[in-house]
């Protein structure tokens, strides 16, 4: 598969084209389009100087885009994918909002059927991830640059800004109007079909709020036999596949750095935008309950209940990335 790194794909782009796209697909207003198309050049010339500058990571990882949500690598190749995500202009706007469409933007390692956000990752090892070149045919090469720059720039239009504004996020933290609901896998199912009305029976579902989920699957069989999607009332999920230990076994797999990055950026990106979050695991007490406690320091929710016998392990990894971003941001980096 041919691909080319992120920043040598920025430098590839019509500036112009770009600086376009970038008002669409950021703000969709087309009525001040003229009016905000300076101030918008601006600001993607200062983000193309600090690229410039920013040496990449070498890295095998691939970025994936593309119209339907994407729960894993091979789905994403799959010809069910294809068909759903199929547009026969990427370029179309959002009637509702005058919008550039949204892209599905993820990660994915060489050797792991897992995806990732990279909303919160660090820029050098964005630039340096691999880009198929099929993509930039399928999508075209400015909007799939620009969805990226989307995720890139959620937490600010700098590097610098992205640390600073993840690091104010975490400090500044009044504790949400919304749940934690931390169940097993059978409970996940069971609050997801209430929020679907029964055909035949009822018109309106029994749940209406909004949530977002965090499902941990086992790398056994592939998971549990199920995937959650995005929904009315669900607006995103996050699938990943790890097991319940807390050190290495053979045959069996820890929650690997690019996991708790995930996690940790799922919750900031969230905090307080939906009802609920829902977190399940196979039993809803280990690794679902670690994420839980974490989600509820972060968000400092006081009055959590939760068991004692969580999995330190994943909860300890978690607590590292909120400190490592911290202290990043606090040595200026």
């Known amino acids: 598969m041919d691909c080319k790194n992120v920043k040598e794909l920025f430098f590839e782009c019509d500036l ?23 101030e918008y050049r601006d600001k993607l010339c200062e983000i193309m100087a600090d ?8 890295s095998d990882n691939i970025l994936l885009a593309g119209d339907g949500y ?28 005058g919008r550039l469409h949204h892209l599905d933007v993820v990660m994915a390692e060489p050797d792991n059927d897992e995806v990732y956000s990279i909303m919160g990752c660090e820029w050098k090892d964005i630039l340096g991830y691999q880009v198929p070149e099929f993509l930039i045919e399928r999508i075209g090469l400015e ?9 890139m720039t959620w937490f600010g239009l700098t590097a610098e800004e992205v640390h600073e504004s993840i690091s104010e996020t975490i400090e500044s933290i009044n504790p949400p109007n919304m749940s934690i609901l ?59 596949y790890f097991d319940d230990i807390e050190e290495p076994v053979e045959g069996l797999c820890l929650m690997t750095q690019e996991q708790a990055d995930a996690i940790f950026g799922f919750i900031i990106k969230y905090c307080g935008k939906v009802d609920t979050l829902l977190i399940h695991c196979f039993a809803g007490l280990s690794r ?17 209940e939760h068991n ?23 040595m200026g980096c």
């Open 16 to 38: 112009d084209k770009l600086n376009d796209m970038m008002i669409l697909y950021f703000v969709g207003e087309k009525d001040i389009f003229e009016e905000r198309r300076l």
């Open 51 to 58: 690229i410039k500058k920013i040496e990449p990571v070498k």
């Open 70 to 97: 994407i729960s894993s690598k091979s789905y994403f190749f799959s010809d069910e994918y294809l068909k759903e995500s199929s547009r026969e202009d990427y370029d179309d706007e959002d009637e509702c909002e």
């Open 143 to 151: 909007y799939l640059m620009i969805s990226i720059l989307w995720e």
């Open 182 to 240: 931390v169940t097993s896998a059978s409970g996940a199912l069971d609050y997801v079909m209430k929020h679907l009305p029964d055909p035949g029976f009822t018109e309106y579902p029994e749940k209406t709020d909004t949530y977002v989920a965090i499902s941990i699957q086992d790398t056994c069989d592939g998971g549990f036999g199920f995937e959650l999607k995005k929904s009315k009332y669900c607006k995103d999920v996050l699938t990943l």
């Open 288 to 304: 679902s309950m670690a994420v839980g406690v974490f989600a509820s320091d972060v968000l400092r929710i006081k009055n959590y």
């Open 308 to 330: 004692v016998h969580y999995n330190k392990y994943v909860y300890e990894m978690l607590h590292g990335v909120r400190e490592k971003l911290l202290k990043m941001s606090n």
